[in-house]
T-cell receptor, first 113, second 112 residues
Framework: DTEVTQTPKHLVMGMTNKKSLKCEQH?????MYWYKQKAKKPPELMFVYSYEKLSINESVPSRFSPECPNSSLLNLHLHALQPEDSALYLCASSHLSAKNIQYFGAGTRLSVL | SQELEQSPQSLIVQEGKNLTINCTSS?????LYWYKQKYGEGLIFLMMLQKGGEEKSHEKITAKLDEKKQQSSLHITASQPSHAGIYLCGADRSGTGNQFYFGTGTSLTVIP
Protein backbone atom coordinates (compact mmCIF):
# COMPACT_ATOMS: atom_id res chain seq x y z
CA ASP A 1 0.00 0.00 0.00
CA THR A 2 1.71 3.17 -1.22
CA GLU A 3 -1.23 5.43 -0.66
CA VAL A 4 -1.65 8.58 1.39
CA THR A 5 -5.33 9.28 1.95
CA GLN A 6 -6.61 12.77 2.64
CA THR A 7 -10.11 13.71 3.72
CA PRO A 8 -12.16 15.60 2.87
CA LYS A 9 -11.35 16.23 -0.80
CA HIS A 10 -13.13 19.58 -0.72
CA LEU A 11 -13.98 21.88 2.17
CA VAL A 12 -15.79 25.19 2.31
CA MET A 13 -15.73 27.05 5.58
CA GLY A 14 -16.53 30.42 7.01
CA MET A 15 -13.99 32.56 8.81
CA THR A 16 -15.46 31.70 12.21
CA ASN A 17 -15.64 27.94 11.68
CA LYS A 18 -13.43 25.24 13.13
CA LYS A 19 -12.62 22.33 10.87
CA SER A 20 -9.98 19.62 10.55
CA LEU A 21 -8.14 18.04 7.66
CA LYS A 22 -7.12 14.42 7.98
CA CYS A 23 -4.29 12.43 6.48
CA GLU A 24 -3.58 8.71 6.80
CA GLN A 25 -0.82 6.41 5.59
CA HIS A 26 -0.02 2.76 6.24
CA UNK A 27 3.45 2.56 4.73
CA UNK A 28 5.22 2.60 8.08
CA UNK A 29 6.60 6.07 7.39
CA UNK A 30 7.66 7.95 10.51
CA UNK A 31 7.90 11.38 8.86
CA MET A 32 4.80 13.28 7.79
CA TYR A 33 4.33 16.71 6.25
CA TRP A 34 1.77 19.38 5.54
CA TYR A 35 2.11 21.63 2.50
CA LYS A 36 0.04 24.54 1.26
CA GLN A 37 -0.30 25.15 -2.48
CA LYS A 38 -1.84 28.25 -4.00
CA ALA A 39 -2.99 28.23 -7.61
CA LYS A 40 -0.16 28.08 -10.16
CA LYS A 41 2.45 28.04 -7.39
CA PRO A 42 4.62 25.22 -6.03
CA PRO A 43 3.71 23.59 -2.71
CA GLU A 44 5.14 25.33 0.36
CA LEU A 45 6.17 23.34 3.40
CA MET A 46 4.17 24.13 6.55
CA PHE A 47 4.97 21.44 9.12
CA VAL A 48 7.23 18.43 9.52
CA TYR A 49 6.60 15.61 11.98
CA SER A 50 9.23 13.03 12.87
CA TYR A 51 8.33 10.17 15.21
CA GLU A 52 5.00 11.89 15.87
CA LYS A 53 6.77 15.00 17.14
CA LEU A 54 6.69 18.37 15.46
CA SER A 55 10.18 19.07 14.21
CA ILE A 56 9.63 21.97 11.85
CA ASN A 57 7.06 24.76 11.79
CA GLU A 58 7.78 27.01 8.84
CA SER A 59 6.46 30.21 10.47
CA VAL A 60 2.86 29.18 9.99
CA PRO A 61 0.14 31.29 11.68
CA SER A 62 -1.37 29.82 14.83
CA ARG A 63 -4.79 29.51 13.17
CA PHE A 64 -3.29 26.33 11.68
CA SER A 65 -2.71 23.70 14.36
CA PRO A 66 -1.18 20.35 13.41
CA GLU A 67 -1.56 17.15 15.37
CA CYS A 68 -0.03 13.72 14.94
CA PRO A 69 -2.00 11.32 17.18
CA ASN A 70 -0.11 8.24 16.00
CA SER A 71 2.38 7.13 13.37
CA SER A 72 -0.31 6.67 10.72
CA LEU A 73 -2.40 9.79 11.20
CA LEU A 74 -1.82 13.49 10.72
CA ASN A 75 -4.41 16.18 11.29
CA LEU A 76 -4.50 19.87 10.54
CA HIS A 77 -6.93 21.82 12.71
CA LEU A 78 -8.23 25.04 11.23
CA HIS A 79 -9.71 27.94 13.16
CA ALA A 80 -10.52 31.54 12.26
CA LEU A 81 -9.07 31.27 8.80
CA GLN A 82 -8.85 34.12 6.33
CA PRO A 83 -9.93 34.07 2.66
CA GLU A 84 -6.24 34.13 1.65
CA ASP A 85 -5.87 30.73 3.31
CA SER A 86 -7.91 29.21 0.50
CA ALA A 87 -5.61 26.72 -1.20
CA LEU A 88 -4.87 23.06 -1.85
CA TYR A 89 -3.51 21.44 1.32
CA LEU A 90 -1.27 18.48 0.68
CA CYS A 91 -0.14 15.82 3.10
CA ALA A 92 2.94 13.71 2.48
CA SER A 93 4.90 11.00 4.24
CA SER A 94 8.36 9.48 3.95
CA HIS A 95 10.87 7.20 5.56
CA LEU A 96 13.10 9.04 8.02
CA SER A 97 16.15 7.83 6.09
CA ALA A 98 14.89 9.39 2.84
CA LYS A 99 12.91 12.44 3.84
CA ASN A 100 13.06 14.07 0.44
CA ILE A 101 11.39 11.11 -1.28
CA GLN A 102 7.86 11.84 -0.25
CA TYR A 103 4.55 10.20 -0.99
CA PHE A 104 1.74 12.69 -1.42
CA GLY A 105 -1.98 12.52 -0.93
CA ALA A 106 -4.36 14.03 -3.50
CA GLY A 107 -4.98 17.01 -1.25
CA THR A 108 -7.88 18.88 0.30
CA ARG A 109 -9.10 21.88 -1.65
CA LEU A 110 -10.09 24.47 0.93
CA SER A 111 -12.21 27.54 0.30
CA VAL A 112 -12.60 30.13 3.05
CA LEU A 113 -15.56 32.45 2.63
CA SER B 1 14.35 35.68 -7.05
CA GLN B 2 13.50 32.03 -6.46
CA GLU B 3 16.14 29.62 -5.15
CA LEU B 4 15.12 27.01 -7.71
CA GLU B 5 14.20 28.54 -11.03
CA GLN B 6 12.64 26.34 -13.71
CA SER B 7 12.42 27.00 -17.41
CA PRO B 8 10.36 27.11 -19.40
CA GLN B 9 7.39 28.08 -17.24
CA SER B 10 5.07 26.25 -19.62
CA LEU B 11 5.47 24.01 -22.62
CA ILE B 12 3.05 22.79 -25.27
CA VAL B 13 4.32 20.00 -27.50
CA GLN B 14 2.91 17.68 -30.12
CA GLU B 15 2.73 14.03 -29.12
CA GLY B 16 5.90 12.22 -30.12
CA LYS B 17 8.18 15.23 -29.73
CA ASN B 18 11.11 15.41 -27.35
CA LEU B 19 11.37 18.13 -24.72
CA THR B 20 13.67 19.39 -21.97
CA ILE B 21 12.89 21.15 -18.70
CA ASN B 22 15.63 22.93 -16.78
CA CYS B 23 16.05 23.63 -13.07
CA THR B 24 18.70 26.11 -11.92
CA SER B 25 19.76 26.70 -8.34
CA SER B 26 21.39 29.81 -6.93
CA UNK B 27 23.31 27.55 -4.49
CA UNK B 28 25.15 24.24 -4.60
CA UNK B 29 22.66 21.48 -4.03
CA UNK B 30 22.81 18.59 -1.56
CA UNK B 31 20.64 16.66 -3.99
CA LEU B 32 17.99 17.37 -6.59
CA TYR B 33 14.61 15.70 -6.81
CA TRP B 34 12.07 15.64 -9.62
CA TYR B 35 8.34 15.34 -8.99
CA LYS B 36 5.31 15.41 -11.25
CA GLN B 37 1.89 16.78 -10.34
CA LYS B 38 -1.28 16.15 -12.27
CA TYR B 39 -3.42 19.27 -12.21
CA GLY B 40 -4.97 19.82 -8.78
CA GLU B 41 -3.65 16.54 -7.39
CA GLY B 42 -0.81 15.26 -5.28
CA LEU B 43 2.77 14.91 -6.40
CA ILE B 44 4.54 11.78 -7.60
CA PHE B 45 8.24 11.30 -7.02
CA LEU B 46 10.13 10.67 -10.26
CA MET B 47 13.87 10.69 -9.63
CA MET B 48 16.63 11.70 -7.24
CA LEU B 49 20.07 12.93 -8.27
CA GLN B 50 22.81 13.32 -5.71
CA LYS B 51 26.18 13.30 -7.40
CA GLY B 52 27.51 15.88 -9.81
CA GLY B 53 27.37 14.47 -13.33
CA GLU B 54 24.79 11.87 -12.35
CA GLU B 55 22.21 10.79 -14.92
CA LYS B 56 19.15 8.61 -14.33
CA SER B 57 16.47 7.28 -16.64
CA HIS B 58 13.05 5.79 -16.09
CA GLU B 59 11.01 4.77 -19.09
CA LYS B 60 11.18 7.78 -21.41
CA ILE B 61 12.33 10.31 -18.82
CA THR B 62 16.00 11.13 -18.23
CA ALA B 63 17.30 13.49 -15.58
CA LYS B 64 20.82 14.88 -15.21
CA LEU B 65 22.61 16.88 -12.55
CA ASP B 66 25.52 18.98 -13.74
CA GLU B 67 29.03 18.65 -12.34
CA LYS B 68 28.75 21.74 -10.17
CA LYS B 69 25.41 20.54 -8.77
CA GLN B 70 23.63 23.77 -9.52
CA GLN B 71 21.59 22.80 -12.55
CA SER B 72 19.48 19.84 -13.54
CA SER B 73 17.60 18.96 -16.69
CA LEU B 74 14.68 16.61 -17.28
CA HIS B 75 14.37 15.24 -20.78
CA ILE B 76 11.31 13.42 -22.11
CA THR B 77 11.68 11.40 -25.29
CA ALA B 78 8.73 10.80 -27.62
CA SER B 79 6.23 12.57 -25.39
CA GLN B 80 2.77 11.11 -24.75
CA PRO B 81 -0.44 12.64 -23.38
CA SER B 82 0.26 10.75 -20.14
CA HIS B 83 3.34 12.94 -19.64
CA ALA B 84 1.16 16.03 -19.27
CA GLY B 85 1.23 17.74 -15.89
CA ILE B 86 3.38 20.03 -13.81
CA TYR B 87 7.00 19.09 -13.30
CA LEU B 88 8.66 20.33 -10.15
CA CYS B 89 12.27 20.10 -9.12
CA GLY B 90 12.96 20.08 -5.40
CA ALA B 91 15.84 20.37 -2.98
CA ASP B 92 16.59 20.50 0.72
CA ARG B 93 18.20 23.63 2.18
CA SER B 94 19.70 21.87 5.17
CA GLY B 95 20.59 18.44 3.83
CA THR B 96 18.71 16.94 6.80
CA GLY B 97 15.39 16.48 5.06
CA ASN B 98 13.62 19.10 7.16
CA GLN B 99 13.65 22.03 4.76
CA PHE B 100 12.45 20.69 1.45
CA TYR B 101 11.35 23.23 -1.11
CA PHE B 102 10.20 23.16 -4.70
CA GLY B 103 11.16 25.00 -7.84
CA THR B 104 8.84 27.32 -9.71
CA GLY B 105 7.35 24.50 -11.80
CA THR B 106 6.91 23.75 -15.50
CA SER B 107 3.48 23.05 -16.92
CA LEU B 108 3.55 20.53 -19.77
CA THR B 109 0.72 20.02 -22.25
CA VAL B 110 1.01 17.25 -24.84
CA ILE B 111 -1.31 17.56 -27.82
CA PRO B 112 -2.41 14.22 -29.31
Amino acid sequence: DTEVTQTPKHLVMGMTNKKSLKCEQHMGHRAMYWYKQKAKKPPELMFVYSYEKLSINESVPSRFSPECPNSSLLNLHLHALQPEDSALYLCASSHLSAKNIQYFGAGTRLSVL
Amino acid sequence: SQELEQSPQSLIVQEGKNLTINCTSSKTLYGLYWYKQKYGEGLIFLMMLQKGGEEKSHEKITAKLDEKKQQSSLHITASQPSHAGIYLCGADRSGTGNQFYFGTGTSLTVIP
